[in-house]
């Protein structure tokens, strides 16, 4: 466990299934439905999905046409990204009330140290009680939080008791809240390494912190040493202010093997919806796309791109897939599609709105 010294209060706030609490939010006749933003019932990618549509099993990056099976009474709103980023900034102009260590993820959540804070409050759940408040009150949306002395256990925590509640994990709570966790819940450990973790029995964070130092450096490499420490509570990372990513990628690995062309244009278009999804939702552009194909004998090449201006959408990305896809013809079937952008540049209209929202 961490020195007392060393610890920091950290939370970490995520609003509630954001882009449909606006949409019900703006639009009454929507509350108590089941609602998502983006795509349609034909095609697209869902955005967003509120409460009442997730108890059917929609969420989102899930395809619009497999949404409307599993809830034939589901209403499709297509994104407002301008009104979001409007929201995001109301909520971000609060943060700002309680500490300048703010590490927005998206549009819809961040870290905030208040270890020291411009209230004087020593209770950081009491804080994340208050501004949890003030988000329902002058805006109308709820939010739910997780409060630690670390990054990586407040955003577990907010998690837990969502939507509209908060869980603190104190320092001496941390192990033992960790140890009842199935590893798919941890933040930072996706789909494919819960999987090599559970073929190695580790199913639980009780089993990883079963597991030696070296046994996970052995099977994880760098990684395994990140494991190891997480699951006692041990995490130094700091809440930063400016936040920079260096990449983003959307992939799909296919059930069945993709072999035409023109089908695998078809897939790349969706996955630059979906990207087109992320990039909005994280306000950013890149100016350098590279495409990543795998084949069935798990090679795999890349292919990039780069423009001198950002691309943001899909209609920006996606005549440069077809130029990379362009003229090369592949004898061997594909499962994995993938697109990446990098070369970030955050929106600066943005940035300039969010200094005039916290001048006042």
Known sequence: MENPSEERKIIHIDMDAFYASVEQMDYPELKGKPVVVGGTRQRGVVAAASYEARKFGVKSAMPGATAARLCPDLIFVRPRFDRYQEISLQIRAIFYEYTDLVEPLSLDEAFLDVTSNKKGLKSATLLAQEIRQRIWEEIGLTASAGISINKFTAKIASDVNKPNGQLTVPPNEIESFLEKLLVDRFFGIG????????????????????????????????????????????????????????????????????????????????????????????????????????????????????????????????????????????????????????????????????????QF
């Open 191 to 358: 789909k494919v390494t819960a999987t090599k973790m559970k073929e190695l029995g580790v199913r639980t964070g009780k089993d990883l912190k079963g597991k030696s130092l070296a046994f996970l450096v052995q099977h994880f490499g760098k990684l395994g040493r990140q494991y190891y420490n997480i699951v006692r509570g041990i995490q130094h990372s700091a809440v930063k202010p400016n936040r920079e990513r260096k990449s983003l990628a959307v992939e799909h690995t296919y059930g069945s093997d993709l072999h035409s062309k023109r089908v695998v244009l078809e897939k790349l278009e969706r996955i630059a919806e979906e990207l087109e999804l992320r990039l909005e939702k994280r306000q950013l552009g890149g100016k350098t796309l590279t495409l990543k194909i795998k084949f069935s004998d798990f090679s795999q090449i890349t292919r990039s791109y780069t423009r001198e201006s950002d691309m943001r959408t899909a209609a920006d990305i996606l005549p440069a897939v077809e130029g990379l896809v362009a003229g090369n013809e592949w004898e061997k079937p594909i499962r994995l599609l993938g697109l990446s952008l990098s070369k970030f540049s955050i929106m600066d209209d943005l940035k300039e709105e969010l200094q005039l929202t916290l």
